[in-house]
């Protein structure tokens, strides 16, 4: 990709960031929360309205190949794992929704506390989770 500034021709490429954010979610409306609606499923939540981490939170993300598709693993910095922790332990039984530039790519249910990884899945194609990995971790 070439830019230009006021004319100038720059020739670093520039990479587009993905902006990255995990929320606590409801399956029930109430004051104060955003519908959503997850892609590719239709469903419909209810989102907090302040991210828990996103990308500035970010140490590392890598895609990972697997079968079907491709998956991103989106590893906390220790203060963000924390944050994490403690948010999603008090929301056990509830949906967590992981969106990506915006759009809920997903929201499963918490089991157990979250920590330091969160795993973006959804049958990526290889461009795609590199695209995301790559777009994640740019600050």
Request: charged share 20%.
């Amino acid at each position: 990709m070439v830019a230009y500034v006021s004319g100038v021709r720059l020739t670093t490429p520039v990479a587009a960031q993905v902006r990255f954010e995990v929320r606590l979610a409801e399956e029930r409306s109430a004051p104060g929360l955003v519908v959503a609606q997850v892609e590719n499923t239709g469903e419909v939540i209810y989102l907090h309205p302040e991210a828990v981490v996103s990308n500035g939170d970010v140490a590392s993300a890598v895609a990972i190949g697997g079968t079907p598709g491709f998956t991103v693993e989106v590893q906390l910095l220790p203060s963000a794992a924390e944050r994490l922790r403690q948010a999603t332990g008090a929301h056990i039984g509830r949906p967590v929704a992981i969106l990506l530039d915006g759009r809920v790519a997903m929201a499963p249910i918490v089991r157990s506390p979250i920590g330091e990884a969160a795993v973006i899945t959804g049958q990526l194609t290889e461009a795609e989770a590199h695209r995301i990995a790559e777009g994640v971790s740019r600050r």
